[in-house]
Every structure is written in C-alpha cells, then in structure tokens.
C-alpha cells in the first residue's frame, strides 16, 4: 500500500513539475545580442518599450514615438527612468545599477534631458562608443519638444 503511494505521488509531481517547469521555459527570455551583462534587462526594457509605445501612441510598430516633455518628467524614479539624450529619449531604468560610475550619476536626471551630462561624463570627457551601443538599447522614440 505504501508503495502505491509514493509511486503515485512521484508520478504526481513529476506531471506537476513537468506542466509548470514546461510553461517556465517557454517563458524564458534568449538573448537577443545585447551586450553581456545587460542581455537580459536589454530584452526586458526591448518589450516593456513595445508596450510604452502601443500606450503612448496608442498605435503598434510605429516607426518613430514621438514622446513630449509631460510623457518623460512623469517616468523620474530609479525604477522608473526616462532620460533625454540628445533629442532621443531612453527608459534606462534597467540599467541604473549596471551603470559603471553607479546609479546615482543617472538618477538625477530621470525624467530630463541627460544631453549634457551623458556627453561630459559631468566634465571627464565623452562616454566611450561602447555607452553609445549600450544607449541604443533603452531608445523608446524621439523627444518631441
């Protein structure tokens, strides 16, 4: 009798196991070529931007956002950053604690145009080409003055 039990329960737990752990692996993000340790806050950010622009324009695959002032201020939080980088806006609110100088040289201008910060590194020179491609990841669309 015991035996049947536990034979039961082990087949149990293996359809449980395989029904949610089947589900968990369709779900599993793959890297799309984002640079390695943003790969997957990259694919992350790439579908919650998908989303951001269906909700801003109210339109799907549109070419270029367009996104005003208003939009951008209200997205000023650590966890929820939006920065202006020479007329184009990014939500880097992923990439904040990967950021090599740390969070706090970003925080400030969430919500805000970063052009000049971004471009002086606050007075130490240009980012490296490298920062330009790891940008390019977070673009939501275009500021819209």
Not at 93 to 98: E, G, M, V
Request: charge should be neutral; include cysteine; charged fraction near 20%.
């Amino acid at each position: 009798m015991n035996k049947k039990i536990l034979i039961i329960s082990l087949v149990l737990l293996a359809a449980v196991v395989i029904i949610f752990g089947g589900a968990f692996l369709l779900k599993t993000p793959t890297n799309t070529g984002a640079p390695e340790n943003t790969s997957n806050n990259a694919l992350n950010n790439n579908n919650q931007q998908e989303a951001i622009k269906q909700n801003v324009t109210g339109e799907q695959n549109s070419e270029i956002t367009l996104l005003n002032l208003e939009e951008i201020a209200k997205h000023n939080l650590k966890n929820d950053c939006w920065v202006i980088v020479e007329n184009k806006v990014y939500n880097v609110s992923d990439f904040i604690d990967l950021h090599p100088a740390g969070p706090d040289k970003i925080i400030p201008f969430c919500g805000k145009d970063a052009t000049t910060a971004f471009e002086t590194r606050g007075g130490k020179g240009p980012h490296p080409e490298k920062a330009n491609k790891t940008l390019n990841n977070y673009y939501l669309g275009d500021f819209k003055n």
